[in-house]
């Protein structure tokens, strides 16, 4: 790529803060900052050390909630898709909980770990387990009997079988599954700082309002949240790229 | 080829496989469908047999009971007199090239089933088999660069790298251009000079099991049952326009109801 087609975004993206600034001095009363006053907002938060205790303490959360429940939901996940009796099971249990948006769980969060970085923890966890279950249940019943076949015949026992044929199988289907995860969970952080905590991204936003109406600090955490997620998908795509994965992917 | 080889066939070699009396009844939906007829087959020791019939007849259902992937519903097969029971590194199927995994380079395929050996001799194994389907250069390659035709050889690298004593291969070829095919036909017979395994090979390809097979095992539409064995008494490597290749082909031909005119 050229360095024209490289700057095209970052133009594109000047011309719209261009308007936006423009109108928004145009517009009589106040709807929205210009971006002027956001940069000025983010200023404030840097000067009073909020900006990186609220980012780190989104981050903290989301790590935690979205590891442990990548931990116990992959093998959990696994293991129901590899025994299908298992399976049928417990299909009915996992697709009732399943639709219940984390949010609805709030009320319960707080009632069980009180306001704290537990509750949003936990909320986070409830969102990451589900899809990462399915995805992992999915996963293996996906894999190609050839491959299985070809496992037990080469002589492999259960615990090879999984190391070498299982784990390798299903691993761009899960880096998939992972990648929309922390989406989802980056989503959810927001909201459950909105009520369980008072820290975080999600609170700075609503804090703000309350506190003052600060539209420049809420805009300003909307787009630190935007940039963040940006970040977290293409760390995540990465790993789309390493070359034992790849073949995932195409349709080669 | 050497008058030794153009010979072959022990008379008194050992049965190697023997299928005994093979049923085989799917059920699925209440509803049954017999796949397998009293299907009685020896198989000596060194034999190239071609299974062959109308396709949706039931060779691969049959070719999957002698490798133990499939319990038949009645009667059983043996190998050296012991009852098949489940896979068995002795005996490697061979599937289309879509058996190859896709996460391992060339060299992870070969020495996939090599995981008892010690690190230097699975090395030397691989480096072997590398040579001898012609993949040298490749070692790193994974098989989305391949062509399918490579994979196919590295499907078969993969198979005998584990030094098995027979072969199963179910319809290998079938997904190959007819120039590859062809190509891959040769290389598995020299292979199979060189090495001397017991082969079972499902194909629909009259000409591919006549080019090949010491035996062609003629398979009825489904129920399958035996119709006829052909044993194809041309010395390799074969002329495939001599009156005796063409007698036997189209004897065959006849027996599955084909007209060989189009």
């Given at each position: 790529m050229n360095l024209a087609v490289r700057l095209r975004p970052i133009v594109f993206i000047a011309i719209l803060l261009v308007i936006w600034q423009i109108a928004i001095s145009r517009h009589p009363g106040y709807i929205l900052p210009g971006p002027l006053g956001v940069v000025g907002g983010i200023v404030d938060l840097i000067r009073h050390g909020?900006?990186?205790?609220?980012?780190?303490?989104?981050?903290?959360?989301?790590?935690?909630?979205?590891?442990?429940?990548?931990?116990?939901?992959?093998?959990?996940?696994?293991?129901?898709g590899w025994y299908s009796r298992l399976e049928m099971a417990l299909n009915p249990i996992i697709q009732i909980l399943r639709p219940i948006s984390p949010l609805a769980w709030i009320p319960i969060a707080i009632l069980w770990f009180g306001v704290g970085d537990l509750s949003a923890v936990f909320l986070i966890f409830l969102a990451c387990f589900f899809p990462l279950l399915l995805t992992?249940?999915?996963?293996?019943?996906?894999?190609?009997?050839?491959y299985i076949n070809a496992g037990r015949n080469?002589?492999?026992?259960?615990?090879?079988?999984?190391?070498?044929?299982?784990?390798?199988?299903?691993?761009?289907q899960l880096i998939i599954g992972l990648r929309i995860t922390l989406g989802v969970a980056w989503l959810v952080v927001v909201a459950a700082e909105m009520i369980a905590v008072d820290s975080g991204?999600?609170?700075?936003?609503?804090?703000?309002?309350?506190?003052?109406?600060?539209?420049?600090?809420?805009?300003?955490?909307?787009?630190i949240i935007g940039t963040i997620g940006l970040l977290l998908d293409t760390g995540m795509r990465s790993l789309e790229k390493i070359k034992s994965f790849r073949w995932g992917y195409s349709e080669d | 080829m050497s008058t030794e080889a153009a010979i072959k066939l022990p008379v008194a070699s050992a049965i190697k496989l023997r299928a005994e009396h093979v049923g085989m009844v799917f059920a699925r939906d209440g509803k049954t469908t017999e796949v397998l007829n009293d299907i009685d087959?020896?198989?000596?020791?060194?034999?190239?047999?071609?299974?062959?019939?109308?396709?949706?007849?039931?060779?691969?259902?049959?070719?999957n009971v002698m490798g133990g992937f499939l319990s038949p519903t009645s009667g059983q097969v043996r190998i050296d007199g012991q009852v098949v029971r489940g896979p068995d590194p002795r005996r490697i199927f061979v599937f289309q090239e879509r058996g190859v995994f896709p996460w391992l380079t060339v060299e992870g395929n070969i020495g996939f089933g090599l995981f008892k050996l010690s690190r230097a001799e699975?090395?030397?194994?691989?480096?072997?088999?590398?040579?001898?389907?012609?993949?040298?250069?490749?070692?790193?390659?994974?098989?989305?660069?391949?062509?399918?035709?490579?994979?196919q050889r590295l499907e078969v690298a993969r198979a005998f790298a584990v030094n098995p004593d027979m072969l199963y291969l179910d319809e290998p070829f079938g997904a190959l251009?007819?120039?590859?095919?062809?190509?891959?036909?040769?290389?598995?017979?020299?292979?199979?000079?060189?090495?001397?395994k017991t082969v079972i090979f499902v194909t629909h390809d009259i000409d591919e099991a006549v080019q090949l097979a010491d035996r062609v095992v003629v398979l009825s539409?489904?129920?399958?049952?035996?119709?006829?064995?052909?044993?194809?008494?041309?010395?390799?490597?074969r002329d495939i326009s001599s009156p005796r290749y063409l007698e036997l082909r189209d004897g065959i031909l006849r027996q599955i109801g084909l007209a060989h005119k189009i």
């Open positions: 909020l900006l990186l205790k609220y980012v780190v303490a989104s981050l903290f959360r989301v790590t935690w909630g979205f590891v442990l429940a990548a931990v116990l939901a992959i093998p959990l996940g696994l293991t129901i992992a249940m999915n996963a293996v019943r996906n894999i190609p009997s050839v080469f002589g492999m026992g259960l615990s090879t079988l999984v190391y070498s044929v299982l784990y390798p199988a299903v691993v761009p991204l999600g609170f700075l936003i609503v804090d703000a309002r309350n506190a003052g109406n600060r539209y420049d600090l809420v805009v300003a955490g909307m787009l | 087959l020896e198989v000596r020791e060194g034999e190239f047999v071609c299974l062959v019939g109308p396709s949706g007849c039931g060779k691969s259902t049959l070719l699975r090395e030397q194994r691989i480096k072997h088999y590398v040579n001898m389907v012609g993949l040298q250069g490749f070692e790193e390659a994974y098989p989305s660069e391949l062509s399918g035709g490579m994979k251009d007819s120039i590859t095919r062809l190509v891959m036909r040769g290389e598995l017979l020299r292979i199979w000079e060189a090495e001397r539409a489904r129920p399958a049952s035996i119709q006829e064995i052909v044993n194809i008494d041309i010395a390799h490597p």
